[in-house]
């Protein structure tokens, strides 16, 4: 029987009971919760990065905004609320679309 040791979605456990099969799980404190929801942030970010097609990259990235709806949930705040802050600073500073990559900034003074 496989180890899987990782967080998994709330409908995982009746999948798993569906196909006849007994899984072993615990239900983490605050702390550890937190923890390994950013464990699976930086493995939903893995499967990001090695996504060969464009639907996989589109199911990864809808994993990522799940699981980031999560910690800001195991935060104490929302999803409405880091939207909030996502667009004060797209207002702000401005959001990737333009695709300017910044390679150095030099000094006016070229003493």
């Known amino acids: 029987m496989p180890a899987y040791n990782k967080l998994v979605r709330d409908r995982i456990l009746a999948i798993i009971k569906q196909q006849g099969k007994h899984p072993t799980t615990i239900v983490l404190a605050d702390k550890e919760?937190?923890?390994?929801?950013?464990?699976?942030?930086?493995?939903?970010?893995?499967?990001?990065?090695?996504?060969?097609?464009?639907?996989?990259?589109?199911?990864?990235?809808?994993?990522?905004?799940?699981?980031?709806?999560?910690?800001?949930?195991?935060?104490?705040?929302?999803?409405?609320?880091?939207?909030?802050?996502?667009?004060n600073k797209l207002a702000e500073r401005g959001g990737f679309h333009d695709r300017v990559f910044l390679e150095r900034v030099d000094d006016d003074n070229n003493d």
């Open 33 to 87: 919760y937190e923890h390994e929801l950013r464990n699976k942030l930086k493995e939903e970010v893995e499967e990001y990065l090695t996504a060969s097609t464009t639907e996989e990259a589109l199911e990864e990235l809808a994993d990522m905004v799940e699981v980031v709806h999560a910690l800001a949930s195991a935060h104490g705040s929302s999803a409405e609320q880091v939207e909030q802050i996502r667009a």
